[in-house]
C-alpha cells in the first residue's frame, strides 16, 4: 500500500510570503505520476500541478512544483488572499491506482 | 466553457441503490477518460471509478467493487455511476473529472452528496 503524508498539517502566512508545501511517499514512486490539487471551501478541487512540475492550463507561475523518488514540493510564491485552501498531492500508480494525500490548509493572515 | 455537471445524489438507506449522472459539456467527450472521485466529510479523497473513452474498460476502488458500476453515454455526453448495496460509509460528496496529463484530473464538476442513513 502507498501512503502519501502530507506536512505540515497547517500553515498560516501573510500576504507575500512563500508557502512551502511537503508531499511524502511511502516509497519512491515515478514522478510522472504525481500531482497537486487546491481546494477551496465549498469547490471541487481543482489541478494546479502534474507530473510533479508541470503547471496545469492556468495556473499562474506562482505555483511550482519539484521532487522526485519519494519528496515532492509544491511551491506557492507571493501569497494572495485567494490562495486560502487546502491543498492536495496524488499519485497513481497500477495498483492502488489513485491515492490522495490528507491536504495541507493554507491560511492566509 | 469545458464543464461537468453532477446530479443525481441525495439520502439513500443502507441497502439501497442510486444512480448519479455526470453531464459533460465544452469538449470532446467521447476522447475522454472520465472518473469519480469522492470525498468524505473532513476531506479525504478518494478514487472510486474510472471508463475508457468507449466505455469497454473499467475499474473500480476494492471497497465498491461488485456494488458500483461506472458507464457512460457518448451519443449523450454523460457519464453515469450506479451505486447498490450501499453503506454508510458510502456517504460522501461524489464529483466526476475528466482524465488529464499522466493520469491526473483536469477537470471537476461541482459534485453532487450522497448521504447513506436510516
Known amino acids: 500500500e502507498i501512503l502519501l503524508t502530507q506536512s505540515p498539517g497547517t500553515l498560516s502566512l501573510s500576504p507575500g510570503e512563500r508557502a512551502t508545501l511537503s508531499c511524502r511517499v511511502s516509497?519512491?514512486?515515478?514522478?510522472?505520476?504525481l500531482a497537486w490539487y487546491q481546494q477551496k471551501p465549498g469547490q471541487a478541487p481543482r489541478l494546479l500541478i502534474y507530473?510533479?512540475?508541470y503547471r496545469a492550463t492556468g495556473i499562474p507561475d506562482r505555483f511550482s512544483g519539484s521532487g522526485s523518488g519519494t519528496d515532492f514540493t509544491l511551491t506557492i510564491n507571493r501569497l494572495q488572499p485567494e490562495d486560502s485552501a487546502v491543498y492536495y498531492c496524488?499519485?497513481?500508480?497500477?495498483?492502488?491506482?489513485?491515492?490522495f494525500g490528507p491536504g495541507t490548509r493554507v491560511e492566509i493572515k | 466553457e469545458v464543464q461537468l455537471v453532477e446530479s443525481g445524489g441525495g439520502l439513500v438507506q443502507p441497502g439501497g441503490s442510486l444512480r448519479l449522472s455526470c453531464a459533460a459539456s465544452?469538449?470532446?467527450?467521447?476522447?475522454?477518460?472520465m472518473y469519480w472521485v469522492r470525498q468524505v466529510p473532513g476531506g479525504g479523497l478518494m478514487y472510486v471509478s474510472r471508463?475508457?473513452?468507449?466505455?469497454?474498460?473499467?475499474t473500480y476502488a476494492d471497497s465498491v467493487k461488485g456494488r458500483f458500476t461506472i458507464s457512460r453515454d457518448n451519443a449523450e455526453n454523460t457519464l453515469y455511476l450506479q451505486m447498490s448495496s450501499l453503506r454508510a460509509e458510502d456517504s460522501a460528496v461524489y464529483y466526476c473529472?475528466?482524465?488529464?496529463?499522466?493520469?491526473?484530473?483536469?477537470?471537476w464538476g461541482q459534485g453532487t452528496k450522497v448521504t447513506v442513513s436510516s
Open positions: 516509497q519512491s514512486l515515478n514522478s510522472v505520476y
Open positions: 507530473s510533479a512540475s
Open positions: 471508463i475508457n473513452n468507449d466505455g469497454s474498460f473499467t
Open positions: 496524488q499519485h497513481y500508480t497500477t495498483s492502488p491506482e489513485w491515492t
Open positions: 473529472a475528466r482524465g488529464g496529463p499522466n493520469h491526473a484530473f483536469d477537470v
Open positions: 465544452g469538449f470532446t467527450f467521447s476522447r475522454c477518460w
